[in-house]
Every structure is written in C-alpha cells, then in structure tokens.
C-alpha cells in the first residue's frame, strides 16, 4: 500500500512538471489563456471575447475554470493550463476506476499506466487547448453508460451530467460521438438493448438543465450567435472546406499510432480483435469501446476540417481495451519495450539531427534565429530518449511481473514527455511573445493604443495583460467583429489619419509591413526589429 502510495504521489508530481514554467505558445494556448484573462477582468460570464472581440467559436466551460484560476493565481502559464492538466489527470483515474468496473479487478490500474504513458495523450494534457477537456467528459460519460448496461441503471444520470459538460467544452462533438458509436453498435449487432437502459426521460432534462441556460444569455445578447455555432462551426466545419484545414483521408492513422507509443502493438488485439464476427444480441462493453474509438478516428477522417488534436477522445477508450488485454497477459508483451526502445533511438536520431547538421552536410531549412534554440532543444530530446531507453530495458527485464514491468514502462514514457515539453521552452522567442513583452514592457504599457497592422500574435494580449486594436485583419476575429466592428480597423488607408493624430500610440507589424510603410513615408520611429516582428513608435 505505502509503494503504491509513493508510485502514485511520483505520477502526480511528474504530470505536474513544467505547468508554471514553459511560456504560453501560439495560437491555441494563448488564445484561450487570453479569453479567460479577459473574461476574469471583465467580469462577463456570458459572451467570452478574444481581444476584446467577442469570441463564439466555442462554448465556455474551460473559460470559466481558467478565469477562476487567473482569479486566484494570477494571469500565469500555471493558471491558463491548470484545467487541462488536471482534466488529464481526472482521465486517467476515469481509466482506472471504470476499468476495473467494467473488465474486473487490475484492469483499471493497467488501463491508467498505459493512458498516463501515451505520448499524445500525456503531451495534450499539459497544453492549454480544449481537447483534453471534452475528450474527459466524453469518456466519463461513456463509462457511466457502460457501467449502467452491465448494472445499476443510476450511473445515467452520470453519463448524462458528464455529456453535458462535453457539450459546454466544445459542442456537438460530445453528444455526435457517442450517440453515433451507439447507432453503429445497434446496427451492427442488432442489439436494442441499450437504448432501453439510456433514462432518456429522466436524463435529458438534466443535459438539457445543466447545458442549455448558458445559450440562451448568450443568444439574448447576441442573437446571430445560434447559427454561427451550430452551422458554421459545426455542420459547415465537417462538411465543407471553409476553415481550410483540407487534409487526406488517412491524415489521423499515423497520428493515432504514433500518438499511442510506446503501446502501439497492442492495438491489433486490444481494439480490432473484440470486433471479429460478432452479432451476439448480448451488450459487450468491449466491442462497444472498440467501435467508439474507431469511429471517433473514421468521423473526423471523413470531416472537411483536421486538426491533429481532434482524435484525442479515441486515446482513453484504447487505453481500457489495453488494460483489458494486459489484465488476461502473464507476462509484458515482448513487443512494448522493443517500441520503446525503437523509439528512443528515433527521438535520439532526431536529436543528433538538430544538434550537428553541419557535421552531416546537412541544410535544415530555417531562420537563422531559430538555428540555436532548436540546437538547445535537441539536448532535451537526448533525454528524453535516454529516459525511453531506461523505461524499455527496466520493462524487458521485469517482463514476468506485468504490472511492475507496466509502471516502469509507463513512469518512463512520461518522463520522456515532459522532457520534450520542457526542453520546447527554448523554443519560446519563435513560438511566444513573452520574451518579447518583457523586453519592451515600458513602451507597450505606456502607449495610448498598441495596434497590430496585418497580424495578430494570440500570446501577446496575455503577457501584456492589455489589448490590442487589429488593423487590415480578420481572420478569426472576423464574426465578432460582425457583431462589434468598432474594435478594429478595417483597411491601413482608414487607419493612416488615426495613427497620425495618436501621437502616443505604438504598432507592430511584420518586416514586410514595415518596409511597405516606411516607402510609403509613414511617421514612424523604430524600437525594435528581428525577423518575425517589429515594433514603431508615432514620431
């Protein structure tokens, strides 16, 4: 008991690492790091704003769990990512906790090393995104089910709760999901059972209690908001093209397999092999998980929009088949450590690859700014491959005790993790503002306006702890500034007679910008320049 104490008192600690340290980075962390620091000064609840834009593209739960903790905290890299990490955490213990009520005792504890270990999974839970987030709900709210057709009918109303949350994280994906895994499940096994035991009269009402107060204040203050989130950002985002985020068919594949290591092989038996000609009419939480991760990858497969994040929600599922499958094996599959250790030769590769390139005759195609701070990173990929190796060889040689071999595997593949996580704030100048909000902390705060001409950086409106007034620019902006066009500027002749009569005012701008300004003879000083940004002051 006192070791299994100590193992889980190391896993926390380890989960925790970096959290307050590594700066917030473009796009997704600092904008939703930002809308919660504007919605935490502003005191508005109901309408989330970006910039001071109002934002609709998604709901706000995560909003209003890290502007609860910018409230306590502080606008800090800590507080913008707290609920992601721990909503990665609660996963983890869904994982252990249902495994065992669903495939009996130690499946849970197996299913929880193999989910806290997997790359993708344990890198997503430590970056401020929305993913995480409705990926937790959403398997909570599966289990729940699960746990309600293979016993007491009551754990509806916690799958119904939890699904409401997924719907105020991040929309229809939390209902669509599961409800098509379930409409896939029945037709395919002819098995009506479950929607007999879903408390559809008791738990929708609750859903629609807990999820549906927040739509209505927000419609009532901004009515075209309905159709902007549920065709444009719903129907529209899957069905066409319009976010320009066009990738194959098979983009997901290696995501998913790769996101899985150092677990990979264990795909074949623990998700493929529950689905071989099965009609049975009896429920089989198994075959049910199995179907839902695998339409989870095929769902967004067939989408009109990718991003590598959205498969997210198919990692927890995978993980209790694996802990299934681990809980019936004597010994550790021999094929895990050899992966692991495959893997830490590749990340060491990689690593080699940055650190000397001049040595292997090698051009890498980047800045010469960036040259430095990826040669720094490739020391922190050598670790983290040192620390994969240390994982395989202490799993090969435990092999006949699976659950010690497990935990050293999983304990490893973590630390590996966070090692690339943590070795990535040196990639900071390129990929946050922070350093750059530091260095020119007096002219930003003591400007009348900072406007940001042809470019919006996310991260820099949070470390400024101010906004900034977009000029010539859009882009994700463009419905709330529909709604409220008066916080922008729309073209640089509009804004030519401001900038001349805002005498304290300062812009950024691209290089590109700037050139273009300068030989048009616009007034202005320069404070600062590299190769990404550039800051003037109004002569």
């Given at each position: 008991m006192k070791r299994s104490l100590i193992l889980l008192l190391l896993f926390a600690l380890l989960?925790?690492?970096?959290?307050?340290?590594?700066s917030i980075t473009r796009p997704d962390e600092g904008r939703y790091a930002e809308i919660a620091r504007?919605?935490?000064?502003?005191?508005d609840w109901v309408v989330p704003h970006l910039n001071g834009i109002p934002y609709f593209e998604k709901p706000p739960l995560q909003y209003w769990a890290t502007a609860t903790a910018i409230d306590l905290l502080g606008p800090t890299p800590l507080a913008a990512r707290l609920w992601t990490a721990l909503l990665g955490l609660m996963g983890i213990a869904v994982a252990w906790r249902f495994g065992d009520r669903l495939f009996g005792h130690g499946s849970g504890v197996r299913a929880a090393l193999v989910l806290a270990g997997s790359l993708y999974y344990a890198a997503?839970?430590?970056?401020?995104?929305?993913?995480?987030g409705v990926s937790v709900w959403m398997t909570l709210?599966?289990?729940?089910?699960?746990?309600?057709?293979?016993?007491?009918?009551?754990?509806?109303?916690?799958?119904?709760?939890?699904?409401?949350?997924?719907?105020?994280?991040?929309?229809?994906?939390?209902?669509?999901?599961?409800?098509?895994?379930?409409?896939?499940?029945?037709?395919?096994?002819r098995d009506t059972s479950p929607w007999k035991r879903l408390e559809i009269l008791r738990g929708l009402p609750l859903f629609l209690v807990l999820s549906v107060p927040w739509f209505v204040l927000a419609a009532a203050r901004h009515p075209e908001f309905l159709h902007f989130f549920f065709v444009h950002e719903h129907l529209e985002r899957f069905a066409t093209t319009v976010h320009r985020r066009v990738e194959p068919v098979w983009y997901f594949l290696p995501i998913l397999l790769v996101g899985l290591l150092p677990w990979t092989s264990l795909f074949p038996a623990s998700v493929l092999r529950p689905l071989r000609g099965f009609r049975s009419r009896v429920f089989s939480p198994q075959r049910f998980l199995a179907l839902y991760a695998l339409f989870v990858v095929a769902f967004f497969s067939l989408?009109?929009?990718?991003?590598?994040?959205?498969?997210?929600?198919?990692?927890?599922?995978?993980?209790?088949?694996?802990?299934r499958l681990l809980m019936q094996r004597e010994r550790l599959p021999a094929s895990l450590p050899w992966i692991a250790f495959g893997w830490a030769i590749a990340l060491a590769g990689g690593a080699f690859l940055l650190a000397f390139p001049s040595h292997l005759g090698l051009s890498i195609d980047m800045d010469p700014d960036m040259v430095a701070p990826y040669q720094a990173f490739s020391v922190w990929i050598f670790a983290?491959?040192?620390?994969?190796?240390?994982?395989?060889?202490?799993?090969?040689?435990?092999?006949?005790?699976?659950?010690?071999?497990?935990?050293?595997?999983?304990?490893?593949?973590?630390?590996?993790?966070?090692?690339?996580?943590?070795?990535s704030e040196t990639l900071s100048p390129i990929t946050s503002s922070r350093e750059f909000a530091l260095e020119h902390a007096a002219p930003l705060r003591a400007a009348t306006h900072i406007y940001s001409i042809a470019t919006y950086d996310q991260t820099l409106d949070y470390y400024m702890g101010r906004t900034v007034v977009p000029v010539a620019?859009?882009?994700?902006?463009?419905?709330?500034?529909?709604?409220?066009?008066?916080?922008?500027?729309?073209?640089?002749?509009?804004?030519?007679?401001?900038?001349?009569?805002?005498?304290?005012?300062?812009?950024?701008?691209?290089?590109?910008?700037?050139?273009?300004?300068?030989?048009?003879?616009?007034?202005?000083?320069?404070?600062?320049?590299?190769?990404?940004?550039?800051?003037v002051a109004r002569i």
């Open positions: 989960w925790g690492l970096g959290l307050s340290t590594r504007e919605m935490a000064v502003s005191g997503l839970g430590h970056v401020n995104s929305l993913d995480m709210s599966v289990c729940a089910f699960l746990a309600a057709q293979v016993g007491d009918r009551r754990w509806m109303w916690l799958a119904w709760a939890a699904a409401a949350a997924g719907f105020l994280s991040k929309g229809l994906m939390a209902l669509a999901l599961p409800g098509g895994a379930l409409v896939l499940y029945t037709l395919w096994t989408s009109g929009s990718k991003l590598p994040s959205y498969i997210l929600p198919a990692f927890p599922p995978i993980a209790l088949l694996m802990g983290g491959a040192a620390a994969l190796a240390v994982g395989a060889r202490l799993a090969s040689r435990w092999r006949a005790q699976v659950l010690p071999a497990l935990t050293a595997l999983s304990l490893c593949a973590l630390l590996s993790v966070q090692c690339l996580l943590l070795g620019f859009e882009d994700e902006l463009a419905f709330g500034l529909s709604l409220e066009p008066g916080h922008a500027i729309p073209t640089l002749d509009a804004f030519r007679p401001v900038w001349e009569d805002d005498r304290g005012a300062v812009a950024l701008m691209e290089p590109a910008m700037y050139e273009a300004l300068a030989a048009r003879g616009w007034p202005m000083r320069l404070i600062s320049r590299d190769s990404r940004r550039v800051i």
